[in-house]
């Protein structure tokens, strides 16, 4: 295996001297005089991101915060056809257009970027809307721009270019702080660096939670059944640039308790958790190559360690010998990546981008730890139970072949892309992106957008697109071992998604209005079944159909009030032959609507209502979760232009509501009623 490893690592580095010497290979003096008689071309479609055909929402965290929304899952319940939210502590949820496997706990389909860097598909819900300038989201597939980790969004933050410190306190004991400093070194450097905190010992009713007592065993759960969801967060990233190098690291760590359970069964002891840190570096040049075109050069890496600590079940004290089951996890994922594009390569009326880019995921880290495990047979089986029970407190660890996943010591990917955008006349622009992945031990795959936007007036806009991406399972979904009642090795295929959007957009003076329509189609989608004690992952033979409307919709007024409207339909066929499961959009709402008002007061206060509204949730029981209007409250105060206080409440009329919960015994999680926040920020 160590061979093999070392193999991969000369091949990949290969790879990256080629990747450096092909500028020199493909920009020869030839090919250069043919560029240099190109002719200039500019298409408004850089100036506008409404004149590219993609759906996609611009979020500014003025408005947000004016609004009371602190975080980022916040703020991406606030986008159209999106709703985030908690599940089990296995892991949180995005839902992009209504789209959910309820049975794959681990789910990445969405790429998260900050600053153009990516930073994983790992969610950071509690990154701090003080820090954002913007979040740019593009719904529906973009894998042949941003690799298949774009497969159903990708979802960009941009953070301030101004310097910034915000602090703050609120419910559960919440205490949060962030920095930003933005500093101009010289006339040629930019320094940015960030920073923040946030701790809270949330703790929430779970009259649904499955306790881990055992009566046969003599003893009971002996601590209060709630939900513990206590966090503590902290973030660090830096960047350095010029006009052609620029330097960006993001650190996050995210530590928090486990919620419902792993599995849905309330750890018994205040001591389970789920921790996450995430390291991201990479360095980026650009350069000129002519007048024309611009090279841009890109290596980096993003790495994952995931730890768990969990108890299920309470045996002790007993009189047969039998401990506490004990579950730990220490798993590490590591991506390294180098990307060519040349862009702004003009032929007249078109503008061609085209590149390469080449990946290695390695596992450096891949530890399991118990004192039980059917597996493996550590323990006492007990033909009663037909299962087996720890008969020691000590953790065996296990490794390799069984490990938290199959021993994968290394991946390679090569994806190639070309993009063409094609002005017809000064009306109507066509687009055509073309990407091919190349995936170690899978087949290679095809990811296509064929776009058109059309305006006379620049009032009304009209844009088109048919698209196709695909997607290679995961590490962890192709390989996890399952131990802890979870997956076994399965033997996964891509799944593809194939979609076609019509929006449409209206724009004039201070109002603005979209609207998008959808159809998409999942093809060999990844979901899971349960088989005895675990749950295995499978490809579906039946395809899965989804459509929906979009609606944003935003008008300021002459006393610099402002409205914002999002509200979206999004209709899923969701089907599992195994479960014998056909559910028209499950465990999320199929309407969500969210109206937010801004109103000055006067020139020194604001008060901006807000409400939220999710309607019904099928569940995979046969029942719903019923339909629920939120309203939220918050006021500014203008202590100066630089200087604002926020005083918020969310949920002031208190009202029950409840997110999905696997495993528990309804699948339902009660969620927290009122809740108050206060917040401050200084720009500087």
Not at 445 to 471: P, T
Request: proline share 2%; no cysteine.
């Amino acid at each position: 295996m160590l061979e093999f490893y070392e193999n991969e690592k000369k091949m990949f580095f290969k790879i990256v001297f080629i990747f450096l010497l092909l500028p020199i290979l493909l920009f020869s003096q030839e090919l250069e005089n043919i560029l240099d008689d190109l002719n200039e071309y500019s298409d408004k479609s850089n100036l506008n991101i409404d004149y590219k055909p993609t759906a996609m929402t611009v979020l500014y965290a003025n408005d947000l915060q004016t609004l009371g929304i602190n975080t980022l899952s916040e703020a991406l319940n606030f986008v159209a056809g999106i709703q985030a939210f908690k599940t089990t502590s296995v892991n949180s949820i995005v839902s992009v257009r209504g789209y959910t496997q309820p049975l794959n706990s681990f789910q990445e389909k969405i790429k998260y970027r900050i600053n153009g860097v990516s930073v994983s598909s790992n969610y950071f819900e509690n990154f701090p809307i003080s820090l954002i300038d913007r979040i740019e989201i593009s719904k529906g597939n973009a894998s042949t721009i941003y690799d298949q980790g774009g497969f159903v969004a990708v979802i960009d933050i941009i953070t301030k270019n101004k310097s910034n410190i915000a602090f703050g306190t609120g419910s559960f004991d919440n205490k949060n702080f962030s920095l930003l400093l933005n500093e101009k070194l010289n006339d040629n450097w930019k320094l940015k660096l960030s920073t923040s905190y946030l701790k809270h010992n949330k703790k929430v009713d779970a009259p649904s939670a499955i306790l881990t007592n055992s009566i046969d065993f003599g003893t009971n759960f002996d601590r209060k059944q709630e939900s513990l969801e206590g966090i503590e967060d902290i973030l660090i990233g830096a960047s350095l640039e010029n006009k052609n190098f620029k330097i960006s690291s993001n650190y996050i760590k995210n530590n928090r308790q486990n919620n419902y359970g792993t599995t849905g069964l309330l750890d018994w002891s205040d001591d389970g958790y789920s921790k996450y840190e995430m390291f991201s570096n990479e360095i980026t040049y650009d350069t000129f190559l002519n007048t024309n075109n611009i090279l841009e050069m890109k290596i980096g890496s993003v790495q994952s360690n995931y730890k768990m600590n969990t108890y299920m079940y309470k045996f002790e004290p007993n009189n047969v010998g039998i401990y506490d089951p004990h579950f730990k996890v220490d798993y590490t994922q590591r991506e390294s990546y180098i990307s060519l594009l040349v862009k702004n390569t003009s032929f007249t009326n078109n503008k061609i981008e085209y590149g390469v880019y080449g990946s290695l995921i390695q596992i450096p880290k891949n530890k399991y730890y118990t004192n039980v495990d059917y597996l493996t047979g550590l323990g006492q089986y007990i033909p009663k139970y037909d299962a087996y029970f720890p008969v020691q407190k000590e953790l065996k660890e296990f490794s390799g072949k069984q490990g938290f996943i199959s021993d994968e010591s290394s991946k390679t990917n090569m994806s190639y892309f070309l993009a063409d955008t094609y002005s017809v006349n000064e009306n109507l622009t066509l687009l055509a992106n073309l990407g091919i992945d190349d995936y170690q031990d899978y087949k290679k795959l095809l990811n296509f957008r064929l776009g058109s936007v059309y305006s006379n007036d620049d009032i009304n806009i009209y844009k088109f697109s048919i698209s196709q991406a695909n997607r290679n399972p995961s590490l962890i979904e192709d390989y996890f071992v399952g131990h802890i009642i979870n997956s076994q090795d399965q033997a996964l295929e891509a799944e593809k998604l194939q979609s076609v959007e019509l929006m449409y957009i209206y724009q004039q003076n201070d109002e603005k209005l979209k609207l998008n329509l959808y159809y998409q189609k999942y093809i060999n989608s990844i979901d899971g079944y349960r088989y005895k004690d675990s749950l295995q992952y499978y490809n579906k033979k039946q395809d899965e159909y989804n459509y929906g409307a979009e609606l944003e919709y935003s008008k300021s007024f002459e006393n610099r009030s402002k409205v914002i409207l999002n509200a979206s339909f999004n209709s899923f066929a969701y089907k599992n032959s195994y479960e014998n499961l056909k559910i028209d959009t499950p465990i999320v709402s199929k309407i969500t609507t969210i109206l937010g008002y801004i109103y000055p007061i006067n020139s020194k206060f604001t008060i901006s209502p807000l409400i939220r509204y999710y309607g019904s949730k099928n569940l995979l029981n046969g029942n719903k979760i019923g339909d629920v209007a939120l309203l939220d409250l918050t006021l500014t105060h203008n202590i100066s232009k630089d200087a604002k206080l926020y005083f918020g409440a969310k949920n002031i009329l208190d009202k029950e509501y409840f997110y999905y919960g696997y495993n528990t015994k309804d699948e339902k999680m009660l969620r927290e009623g009122t809740t108050w926040f206060v917040s401050f920020r200084y720009d500087f």
